[in-house]
């Protein structure tokens, strides 16, 4: 039976570098972001373009529904940004080497004490490493059979935690989901506020004016654009959410395998 040998030095798992660019930091870049394209489009886009996309003809400018909808579409890109970062992390554990991936290596006591090692190290070095599945799988699956002795046991836990994480991976979607709900709300209640103000602009204006009829067109035009600007960002970030939450969850499910593949199946239950 063949024992699992420690790597050499230059083939240790390499643990994370510490983030540079941690979630708050992210999240203020993309609302920073948000204020300097509203800035550009406001000093140098046509006025028909900056009515639609920032609404800077009314006179309560730069309050405007459109504006707080552009920092809240950049609070769930900064978010989705974040998201992938993790995903490509998790996926990137799989090259780390945690376990024996030859055809040969059945794992034991002593093998199993220096693999949870490795796990734990690599873990907790470099700050945010410690939240990574595969080194939380590999941890909880070897304490589980150095306390049962049992494959069974150390399996079923495998499947409960998958099932765990996964849970934990929609919740981590939860202020994504939000922001995706709360833009097309924001351009409702935009396109409500520009109707009753066409409608007062109306009620105030001479009916006899022959210009009144086509400035209350363009403040109902205005009105919902709101609507619409806020369709296509919603539509963005829920297509941006699914591609990156089935690459997180796509990590999870390979991280489960490779532990089924490399650690499950090469258990040995000594008499």
Request: net charge negative; glycine share 4%; charged share 25%.
């Given at each position: 039976m063949a024992r699992v040998e420690p790597p050499l030095p230059e083939e240790q798992p390499r643990t994370s570098p510490r983030r540079v660019f941690n979630h708050p930091l992210i999240l203020l870049l993309c609302v920073v972001s948000a204020v300097v394209i509203i800035v550009l489009i406001?000093?140098?886009a046509d006025s028909s373009i900056a009515d639609l996309l920032i609404d800077k003809s009314r006179s309560t400018y730069p309050f405007t529904v459109q504006n707080v909808m552009w920092i809240v579409f950049a609070v769930g890109f900064g978010e989705i940004i974040v998201r992938f970062r993790d995903a490509v992390a998790e996926r990137a554990q799989l090259s780390m080497r945690y376990l024996p991936e030859d055809e040969r290596t059945m794992?034991?006591?002593p093998d199993l004490r220096e693999i949870y090692v490795w796990a734990r190290e690599a873990g907790l070095a470099g700050g945010e490493g410690q939240n990574r599945f595969l080194p939380r799988l590999i941890q909880r699956?070897?304490?589980q059979f150095q306390t049962s002795g049992s494959?069974?046991?150390?399996?079923?836990l495998l499947n409960s935690s998958l099932d765990l994480y996964l849970h934990e991976i929609d919740l981590r979607y939860s202020m994504i989901r939000y922001t995706v709900w709360v833009i097309p709300t924001l351009g409702f209640i935009g396109t409500v506020i520009g109707i009753s103000l066409a409608l007062a602009f109306a009620a105030a204006s001479d009916v006899q004016d022959p210009t009144m009829l086509a400035e209350l067109t363009k403040r109902l035009a205005v009105a919902f654009n709101t609507t619409l600007m806020a369709l296509v960002m919603s539509a963005f970030l829920v297509l941006l959410q699914h591609v990156v939450q089935?690459?997180?969850e796509g990590a999870l499910n390979s991280a489960g395998q490779y532990c089924?593949?490399?650690?499950?199946?090469?258990?040995?239950?000594?008499?």
């Open positions: 406001q000093s140098f794992l034991q006591g699956v070897v304490l494959i069974d046991q150390a399996n079923s089935s690459r997180e089924l593949d490399n650690l499950i199946n090469r258990l040995y239950e000594e008499d």
